[in-house]
C-alpha cells in the first residue's frame, strides 16, 4: 500500500488484509512525497550517525517482485535496508503496534502490513507474503528469524524457501555489517560507528532444485559478500577458510559475546522483554514468535508441502 493511502494509495485496486490494502501497481521508482522526503532525511541522518556505505544497490530489480533478504544484526537494520534502496519495499510488523500511538501511524506510512500474534500468526504472515509479492512489490525479510547475539551470521530458516518457489521472486541477499556495533541486544541506546551494506545478485529458485540446495547456494552468497565488505569478523573460521581456500585460523573474540549470550538465557524467561524489538518491523522470526510457526517451512526433500521443522522465517 502506498503511505497514507487506507484505499490502496498506490491508485489501483487492492487485497484487503484486515484494515489494510496492499497496492497492485509495483511503485517502482515513484516514491510519493512523504515516502521520498523521509528517504532524504533517512540518508542524512544514516550518513551522519553511521557514515553508512552502500553497494551494489542497483542489483535489486527495480520493478516486479523481489525478496530482500538481510542478515540481522540490529533494530537498525530494517530502517537502513529500507533507506538504502531506490524503490519501495514492503515490511510486516505485528498487529498490536498499529495500535501504539504516533508509532502505529508512522509504520503505516512505510507500508508496513500488520500480522498477528495469535494462533494464527504463521499462516496469516505466509499469506500475506505471498500476496505482496503476486502483486510486484518488494519485501523486506530477515530469514535468519532473530537479530545476532554475537554479530555473527545465523542459520537461515527454511520460510524463504517456500516463499522463492511459490512466487518465483528473486532473492536478493543483503550483508549489513557494522549495525551490531551500533546498536547490539545489550545496550539500550545506539552509538555512533560505521555500517556497511552490500547487495549481493538475484538468486532465484531453480525448477525441481531441493530446498537444501537453495538455503546452500543462499548461504554461499552471504558469506561471499561477507568477505567483499571486508566483514570476515561475521564468519567462523571455517567459512573464511572455505571461501578463501586456506586453513582455518582461530576465530575471532567478540567482546561482548558473553554478556549477550547471557542476555540471550534472560531474554527466554517467560518474564524478560526487550524493548528493541518493538522497533523491527520486519522480523517476522521475532515479531510473530513466540507463536509457533514451524509448520510453514519448506521441507528438506524439496516438495511443495509444508514440513514441521524449524519456524518460518
Not at 498506490?10 to 515513484?30: A, C, E, L
Request: hydrophobic share 40%; aromatic share 6%.
Amino acid at each position: 500500500m502506498a503511505p497514507g493511502d487506507a484505499r490502496g494509495g498506490t491508485g489501483g485496486r487492492g487485497v484487503q488484509n484486515g484494515d489494510r490494502h496492499i497496492g497492485t501497481r509495483d511503485q517502482g521508482m515513484h516514491l510519493g512525497i512523504f515516502y521520498g522526503i523521509s528517504l532524504y532525511v533517512s540518508r542524512v541522518v544514516s550518513l551522519t550517525l553511521f557514515d553508512l556505505k552502500i553497494r551494489h544497490q542497483n542489483r535489486v530489480p527495480v520493478t516486479g517482485p523481489a525478496i530482500l533478504a538481510a542478515n540481522h544484526q540490529s533494530v537498525l537494520d530494517p530502517w537502513l535496508v529500507g533507506s538504502s534502496l531506490e524503490r519501495r519495499a514492503c515490511y510486516l510488523a505485528r498487529e498490536s503496534l498499529f495500535r501504539v500511538p504516533i508509532l502505529g501511524w508512522l509504520i503505516r506510512k512505510y507500508d508496513t502490513l500488520p500480522v498477528p500474534r495469535d494462533s494464527i500468526a504463521p499462516r496469516a504472515a505466509l499469506e500475506i507474503c505471498l500476496r505482496v509479492l503476486e502483486k510486484g512489490r518488494a519485501l523486506i525479510l530477515f530469514p535468519e528469524g532473530t537479530r545476532s547475539y554475537d554479530g555473527r551470521l545465523q542459520p537461515l530458516k527454511r520460510g524463504i524457501v517456500l516463499l522463492a518457489r511459490r512466487t518465483g521472486a528473486p532473492v536478493v541477499p543483503i550483508i549489513v555489517h557494522g549495525s551490531f556495533r551500533c546498536w547490539p541486544r545489550s545496550r539500550k541506546l545506539p552509538r555512533p560507528g560505521q555500517i556497511d551494506i552490500v547487495f549481493g545478485e538475484p538468486i532465484q529458485f531453480e525448477k525441481d532444485e531441493s530446498s537444501d540446495s537453495f538455503v546452500e547456494r543462499l548461504g554461499r552468497a552471504y558469506r561471499r559478500l561477507a568477505i567483499e565488505a571486508g566483514a570476515e569478523d561475521m564468519l567462523p573460521a571455517e567459512s573464511r577458510a572455505e571461501e578463501r581456500g586456506t586453513e582455518p585460523s582461530p576465530s575471532i573474540d567478540h567482546g561482548e559475546r558473553a554478556p549477550l549470550l547471557e542476555a540471550a538465557a534472560a531474554e527466554r524467561s517467560p518474564h524478560a522483554g526487550n524493548a528493541g524489538d518493538l522497533t523491527a518491523p520486519v522480523d517476522i522470526g521475532r515479531l510473530t514468535a513466540p507463536v509457533d510457526i514451524g509448520r510453514l517451512t519448506a521441507p528438506a526433500d524439496g516438495s511443495g508441502e509444508a514440513s514441521s521443522a524449524g519456524r518460518f522465517l
